[in-house]
C-alpha cells in the first residue's frame, strides 16, 4: 500500500494549515456538531472549492462528516 502512495503522492493538493482555515473548521464544528480534524477535513476541501479547483470530490467514513460535507454543497466521488 505504502508503494501506491508514494507513486500518487504527486497529484495530492496540500492544503496548507492556516489560521483562518482553523477559525474556519472552528465554525465549522459548530454548525453541524464536528470533532476538530472533521472539520479541518471539511474546511480543507471547501478552501479548495473557494480557490477555484475545477473537480473537488469529498470522501469519508464517517456519517456526521458527510452529511455536513452534503450540506455544504461537495459531491461525492464518481463511480469509475
Do not use: N
Amino acid at each position: 500500500m505504502t508503494g501506491a502512495l508514494d507513486q500518487d503522492w504527486g497529484s495530492y493538493v496540500i492544503v496548507e494549515v492556516t489560521e483562518s482555515l482553523v477559525r474556519e473548521a472552528g465554525e465549522l464544528a459548530e454548525q453541524h456538531g464536528l470533532r476538530g480534524y472533521d472539520a479541518l477535513h471539511l474546511a480543507s476541501a471547501l478552501t479548495l472549492v473557494e480557490e477555484g479547483a475545477s473537480e473537488v470530490a469529498f470522501a469519508c467514513y464517517d456519517t456526521l462528516l458527510d452529511g455536513a460535507a452534503r450540506k455544504e454543497g461537495l459531491q461525492p466521488p464518481r463511480a469509475a
